[in-house]
């Protein structure tokens, strides 16, 4: 297996996967590390970049090449990582403070209203293709200069986490066009490059990386980097990517029409089209393959809802597993598989960390409504699991209102993997879910991008011929569909009534955390 080798690694919120793959798509070798998030104030959410993001991926090659192979195996490396976050380093690389995520973190609300009143949010929209949210790497560069002007001085670039680890890697600073997409108001998503007509009090374009497609080479790996990770010097790294689009090429979306749904910490979507089709709604973005543009749109909270859910109120069931008896998950879910649907009375609005598209209300809060004595912790539990589907749906009808109606969904990520989750997503949207038989994650399109890249993988058409074969396709239960019209109708208006409450909530939130009265 000299030099054919593929090296995907993923790094996630909560862990980092990576795996080894021929050209032809087997997995020769996989590995998974699990971490933790930072949580230093309401709104804050952060990693830890040198013990996380490079400590991990320099592990996990480690791990993977382990016995059986050594680095000289290895033909081409990709890696992706959470996307929309933000690293500044110095002129060697060096991270100069922790990372600041993506949209759960919404420090940058108050960035987001002033570059709204000093340019307009249409003018923004119409160069970006989305409106400024918590999304958005401008305004968190804005709050950095802003909050932390001596480390916003210090700073040489401004990164995201793959492009941190692409420079540990080979030490050129580069990003891919479609993590670019994410650092509007400085990016043109019509003529995808750089742009400065919004970044005079953001930031000199000269701090942002070179842009590259994650399909191209960044460089190759440098002798610190080799002896870091065990890859052989001069190995071919590739641009990187964000997480989620290396999720949608694992499960072979790559044809406009074809939508990816990734249930992981959060709830991630990637609607292809042929062209940009933008609205301040949801987020357009260039796609990882030249030629194609994607609808976008994400929730905060769906599998860190399940993971807070099983951590606060789970205690019984985590405590059954670790005496040896079933998944804690897989115990609360059998539990609500036995509750019908719409949990007798009960919604929840699932905006546990504000709520990202189609709502875009970093202050929204979480809510469940229509409690009563005779509910149970597994009504909690479907509720929970119906609140994130009812958020897909409201994504979905929001593409259908842009006029780009989904033609395939595939459903990925490790929610995937329940069996009881994917079926109340289709039972409440109506529509079918495709289910690959390899279901690893964004690791594995790494993996595939890295043999385009390389030219070890001879081609597109190889995804679907060879990588990524179907597991079942999950059709929905039309008997079940009026009553979740009823409930989802609820949900759609329990927001709107209670935001005024929701927001004075999250000042209040905010206030104490602060040690204001």
Request: proline share 6%; glycine share 10%.
């Amino acid at each position: 297996m000299s030099g054919n080798l593929l090296l995907g690694i993923d790094i996630g919120t909560y862990s980092s996967k990576g795996v080894l793959c021929t050209p032809g798509g087997d997995v020769v070798a996989e590995a998974t590390i699990e971490h933790g998030l930072s949580l230093p104030r309401p709104g804050w959410v952060e990693h830890d970049p040198d013990t996380i993001w490079w400590g991990e991926f320099a592990s996990l090659t480690r791990l993977l090449l382990g016995d059986r192979f050594t680095g000289n195996d290895v033909g081409g490396v990709a890696v992706s990582a959470i996307g929309s976050c933000l690293l500044p380093v110095d002129a060697e690389g060096n991270a100069l403070r922790a990372g600041i995520l993506y949209g759960i973190d919404t420090r940058a609300s108050e960035e987001i209203a002033l570059l709204d009143a000093q340019f307009g949010e249409e003018a923004m929209f119409d160069l970006a293709g989305m409106a400024l949210t918590s999304q958005a790497i401008g305004p968190k560069i804005l709050w950095l200069k802003r909050q932390e002007p001596e480390v916003y001085a210090a700073a040489r670039w401004f990164y995201t986490a793959s492009s941190f680890i692409v420079q540990k890697l080979t030490g050129e600073a580069v990003i891919d066009v479609h993590s670019a997409s994410y650092y509007n108001p400085l990016f043109d998503l019509r003529n995808l490059k750089w742009d400065a007509r919004f970044a005079g009090p953001i930031v000199d374009l000269d701090r942002l990386p070179r842009l590259l497609w994650p399909t191209e080479i960044a460089g190759t790996v440098t002798a610190a980097a080799a002896r870091a990770t065990g890859l052989r010097v001069g190995t071919p790294v590739t641009a990187g990517t964000i997480d989620a689009a290396a999720e949608a090429i694992s499960a072979g979306v790559s044809a406009p029409g074809d939508m990816m749904v990734m249930y992981g910490t959060t709830m991630f979507f990637i609607h292809l089209t042929s062209e940009p089709v933008p609205d301040p709604r949801m987020w357009a973005t260039s796609y990882v393959l030249p030629g194609l543009f994607s609808i976008e749109g994400g929730m905060s909270t769906t599998g860190a809802l399940t993971r807070w859910f099983r951590d606060t109120l789970g205690a019984e069931e985590l405590a059954a597993e670790a005496a040896g008896g079933p998944n804690a998950y897989a115990a609360l879910a059998a539990a609500a598989a036995g509750i019908a649907p719409g949990a007798e009375g009960l919604v929840c609005l699932p905006y546990f960390a504000g709520e990202r598209t189609p709502v875009n209300d970093p202050d929204a809060r979480g809510v469940y409504a229509g409690l009563t004595l005779s509910h149970t912790k597994a009504h909690l539990y479907r509720a929970s699991l119906e609140a994130t589907a009812y958020g897909v749906r409201h994504n979905l009808e929001t593409m259908e209102a842009m006029g780009a109606p989904p033609r395939r969904l595939v459903a990925v990520g490790g929610g995937a993997k329940n069996p009881l989750w994917l079926q109340i997503v289709s039972d409440v949207t109506g529509l079918p879910q495709d289910v690959p038989q390899r279901t690893i994650g964004a690791s594995y399109g790494d993996a595939f991008l890295a043999g385009i890249a390389t030219g070890l993988v001879p081609d597109l058409a190889s995804l679907k011929e060879q990588w990524v074969t179907l597991a079942l396709q999950l059709a929905p239960n039309a008997a079940v569909r009026p009553v979740y019209d009823a409930y989802y109708a609820v949900y759609r208006d329990l927001y709107q009534a209670a935001k005024p409450q929701l927001h004075a909530l999250a000042r209040l939130g905010a206030n104490r955390a602060r040690g204001e009265s």
